[in-house]
Antibody, heavy 118, light 110 residues
Framework: QVQLQQWGAGLLKASETLSLTCGVY????????WSWIRQPPGKGLEWIGE???????NYNPSLKSRVTISLDTSKNQVSLKLRTVTAADTAVYYC????????????WGQGTLVTVSS | QSALTQPASVSGSPGQSITISCTGT?????????VSWYQQHPGKAPKLMIS???KRPSGVSNRFSGSKSDNTASLTISGLQAEDEADYYC??????????FGGGTKLTVL
C-alpha cells in the first residue's frame, strides 16, 4: 500500500523560506509525477507544481518565481521550498502522487498546516 | 490562470441525485479529457473519486459518475447518502503542463 508522509516546519515568520518534505513508502517511485497542492484555511485547493523522475518541473505561474520542487530518489522523497513567504502563504500543504500521462492524483499525504506570522 | 468555476453549494435529500458542474475554457476542460474529481471531508486530505472525466477508481461507489460537454465537466451523485456530505473539487489539465482546480462545492445532505 502506498503511503505519503509529510513533515516540515509549521510556523514561519514573513520573508522566511517554507520547507516541506514528503516521504513515499510503497509502490513505485519512478513511474509517477509528484505534486504539491495547498489549501488556505476555509478556501479551495491550489496546485503549486510537480516534478518528474527526470527532474523536470512544472509550476503554477503565480508561484513560479518563489517555488522549487526537488527529488531525492535515494530516499524516495520529494521536497518543496517556497521562498519569501507572507501571511497569504498560510495554508495546509499536501503532497500527492500523479499518475503519469493523466492528471489523476491518486495518493495524498496527510497535509501539513503552515502558518506565517507577520 | 483562473480557477475553474463550480457552484459554491448544492444540496439534496437522501436518495436523491445531484450534479455538480465545473466550467472551464477551451484551453483546459474543453481541450482535454483530463478532468478529475475529489471529495474532501473536513480536516481530511482530498480523495480521488473520478479520473479522466468518467473513470471511477477501484473502491469508489458506482453512485458517483462523471461526464463532460464542451467546456463543462460534471459530477453526478445518485442515491445520496449522509456520508456524501463533503466538499468536492474538480481538476483539469491546462496549457503549459499545469493543473487547475475548481473553487470547490459544498454538498449538504438534507
Amino acid at each position: 500500500q502506498v503511503q505519503l508522509q509529510q513533515w516540515g516546519a509549521g510556523l514561519l515568520k514573513a520573508s522566511e523560506t517554507l520547507s516541506l518534505t514528503c516521504g513515499v513508502y510503497g509502490g513505485s517511485f519512478s513511474d509517477h509525477y509528484w505534486s504539491w497542492i495547498r489549501q488556505p484555511p476555509g478556501k479551495g485547493l491550489e496546485w503549486i507544481g510537480e516534478i518528474k523522475l527526470s527532474g523536470s518541473t512544472n509550476y503554477n505561474p503565480s508561484l513560479k518565481s518563489r517555488v522549487t520542487i526537488s527529488l531525492d530518489t535515494s530516499k524516495n522523497q520529494v521536497s518543496l521550498k517556497l521562498r519569501t513567504v507572507t501571511a497569504a502563504d498560510t495554508a495546509v500543504y499536501y503532497c500527492a502522487r500523479r499518475i503519469r500521462g493523466v492528471i489523476t492524483l491518486d495518493y495524498w499525504g496527510q497535509g501539513t498546516l503552515v502558518t506565517v506570522s507577520s | 490562470q483562473s480557477a475553474l468555476t463550480q457552484p459554491a453549494s448544492v444540496s439534496g435529500s437522501p436518495g436523491q441525485s445531484i450534479t455538480i458542474s465545473c466550467t472551464g475554457t477551451s484551453s483546459d476542460v474543453g481541450s482535454y479529457n483530463l478532468v478529475s474529481w475529489y471529495q474532501q471531508h473536513p480536516g481530511k486530505a482530498p480523495k480521488l473519486m473520478i479520473s479522466e472525466v468518467t473513470k471511477r477508481p477501484s473502491g469508489v461507489s458506482n453512485r458517483f459518475s462523471g461526464s463532460k460537454s464542451d467546456n463543462t465537466a460534471s459530477l453526478t451523485i445518485s442515491g445520496l447518502q449522509a456520508e456524501d456530505e463533503a466538499d468536492y473539487y474538480c481538476c483539469s489539465y491546462a496549457s503549459s503542463s499545469t493543473l487547475i482546480f475548481g473553487g470547490g462545492t459544498k454538498l449538504t445532505v438534507l
